[in-house]
């Protein structure tokens, strides 16, 4: 079954703890996205990367960081410094990168700051 | 940022009739995309429409471009129950997307 599937679906965090949320993709997709969702809002991009072993910076990167040492797999980890980490986390793949390309979605991680 | 806006940010309609939702952007595009998203789960794409396309259609959905006015338009017909979902426009560049806030659809029994 191809897809991109993200894990845990909800994640609670103590404040001052950092957590990973996992992306991984049997799609053979170049580019993968995260984003970030806060209730009734669009999304905002935490970051990309269009080939492994590179990322860039999104919109909203501060407080967060992410790797890319496998096609599949992109993590993301919301670190201590992130001060509103409870928001809905989605990350996307595509083909190609940028406007051109259709971006397919995970189900979503729901982190919670307890 | 060329982030869409959608108009209106909700839409309450009974089933059977048309949903249309607009979007309008800020700087030139080479594409436009539209997403689906229910409740509390990932985006779907919809459908692409490149700048020199007026109009697309997919099933019951058909989109609309006007690059003269920076503007898109999505209409759903004959809508059902299953389409009630959030539905964003989405444009960019050749690196990354940039999602409007969405329109929240309603579609009543």
């Known amino acids: 079954d191809g897809g991109i599937t993200q894990s845990p679906k909800y994640l609670f965090r103590k404040e001052g703890q950092n957590v990973t949320l996992s992306c991984e993709q049997n799609?053979?997709?170049?580019?993968m996205y995260w984003y970030r969702q806060d209730p009734g809002q669009g999304l905002r991009l935490i970051y990309y990367?269009?080939?492994?072993?590179?990322?860039q910076k999104g919109d909203i990167a501060e407080g967060y960081s992410v790797s890319r040492e496998k096609k599949e797999s992109f993590p993301l980890t919301v670190t201590s410094a992130q001060k509103n980490p409870t928001a809905f986390y989605l990350c996307?793949?595509?083909?190609?990168?940028?406007?051109?390309?259709?971006?397919?979605f995970g189900q979503g991680t729901r982190l919670t700051v307890v | 940022s060329q982030q869409g806006e959608e108009d209106p940010q909700a839409l309450s309609i009974q089933e059977g009739e048309n949903a249309t939702m607009n979007c309008s952007y800020k700087?030139?595009?080479?594409?436009l995309q539209w997403y689906r998203q229910n409740s509390g789960r990932g985006l779907v794409h919809l459908i692409l429409?490149?700048?020199?396309?007026r109009e697309k259609h997919s099933g019951r959905l058909r989109v609309t471009l006007d690059t003269s006015k920076k503007s898109s338009s999505l209409l759903i017909t004959a809508s059902r129950a299953a389409d009630t979902a959030s539905y964003f426009c989405?444009?960019?560049?050749?690196?990354?997307?940039?999602f409007g806030a969405g329109t929240t659809v309603t579609v009543r029994a």
């Open positions: 996307a793949s595509s083909t190609g990168q940028g406007a051109a390309d259709t971006q397919y």
């Open positions: 799609l053979n997709h170049d580019a």
């Open positions: 990367s269009h080939i492994v072993n590179d990322f």
């Open positions: 700087t030139s595009i080479n594409n």
């Open positions: 429409i490149r700048s020199n396309e």
């Open positions: 989405a444009t960019g560049d050749d690196y990354k997307l940039s």
